[in-house]
């Protein structure tokens, strides 16, 4: 039983670990560590002995390719795709129920991601360390990138929509003086029509019937 | 349902870390004891595995600061520590967040409650 149990938890380190090889060695031992102290951990505390109360755990702590996603989000970097691919897409296809939500979010991140590197990513260069005067540099410098890239977006925007605005207004005033040639032309068929309107309207001689 | 899972994920991004910070504001704690708190948060709960990198974020960005030390029972714990540059920030969170809830809840209607 403890055997099958130890197997279990080797696995999944085993399986974290290879989906961390895109991050720096340290901080990819760090988190093996920590995730190896907290399954210990929990074992002990909570007294987890059977195979079942384990997967439970290790359920909880979520599947290798979640804490992996996490863990790369963290680092400011994005999933080195390539390097297991393979793995992820073996690993939706058998598995297609459960992964697909908890996996799809990382593809995800990609955008929201963005406004992140400003914040949390410098956390390399040493901007947040700006530790009491924090408060003000990363926010202004997001709010300068975010409206400058805004503007600029804007102003793109703009241009576009005037240009288009520009097209539909030719558009409208061709289709309009062809509509004003068309009822010229129309005029013709109408010529022929009227003589059935007024083929009914001469029937209302009925009082004829008198 | 992804829209509602999107949603929880995106208001839990940037605030996720300051509960962190509060967590560990007056006494030190170790990995598990943390994520084990947040597990009891419906509102938080997210997979237990997605806290590590947190705390690893926030430690390197030397908001947090970290010991490992023998625990009575079990293997060793790491255990989690506010550095200054922590407790201010989490202090300038805590004045953002107000001004912040105010004007959502004043421009979605939910002051009231």
């Avoid at chain 1, 149990?5 to 560590?33: F, I, K, M, S, W």
């Avoid at chain 1, 914040?119 to 700006?130: C, D, E």
């Avoid at chain 1, 240009?163 to 004003?180: E, I, N, R, W, Y």
């Avoid at chain 2, 953002?96 to 959502?104: A, D, G, L, M």
Wanted: aromatic share 6%.
């Amino acid at each position: 039983m403890s055997d099958k149990t130890n197997d279990a938890v080797a696995e999944y380190l085993h399986e974290l670990e290879l989906r961390l090889t895109g991050l720096p060695v340290l901080q990819r031992r760090e988190l093996l560590a920590e995730i190896a102290a907290h399954i210990s951990n929990e074992r002990v505390e909570r007294s987890v002995t059977s195979e079942s109360e384990l997967l439970e755990l290790l359920e909880r702590l979520g599947s290798p390719e979640v804490v992996a996603a996490a863990a790369y989000e963290e680092a400011g970097m994005a999933e080195p795709v390539l390097s297991y691919a393979g793995a992820t897409s073996a690993a939706r296809r058998p598995l297609p129920a459960v992964p697909p939500p908890p996996d799809s979010p990382p593809p995800a991140y990609a955008g929201p991601y963005a406004p992140d590197p400003g914040f949390a990513r410098s956390s390399y260069a040493p901007p947040p360390v700006a530790g009491p005067p924090f408060a003000p540099p990363p926010p202004t410098r997001q709010q300068d990138n975010g409206s400058g890239l805004r503007a600029v977006v804007a102003a793109g925007i703009v241009a576009v929509v005037m240009a288009l605005l520009g097209c539909v207004a030719g558009a409208f005033f061709l289709t309009q003086s062809a509509s004003v040639d068309a009822p010229a032309v129309s005029v013709v068929p109408g010529t022929e029509t009227p003589p059935e309107p007024g083929e009914p309207t001469t029937v209302p001689p009925p009082p004829t019937v008198e | 349902m992804a829209d509602v899972a999107q949603l929880s994920t995106s208001l839990r991004r940037g605030t996720l870390e300051f509960c962190v910070l509060a967590m560990v504001e007056h006494e030190d704690r170790y990995g598990t004891e943390i994520v084990r708190r947040f597990g009891e948060e419906r509102n938080l709960a997210a997979s237990e595995g997605t806290i590590y990198p947190l705390l690893s974020r926030l430690r390197r960005v030397g908001w947090l600061d970290s010991k490992w030390s023998e625990s009575p029972s079990g293997p060793p714990r790491r255990y989690y520590a506010l550095t200054d540059s922590g407790r201010s920030a989490l202090e300038h969170f805590r004045s953002e967040w107000v001004s912040f809830r105010q004007t959502v809840d004043r421009l979605v209607g939910t002051g009231g409650a």
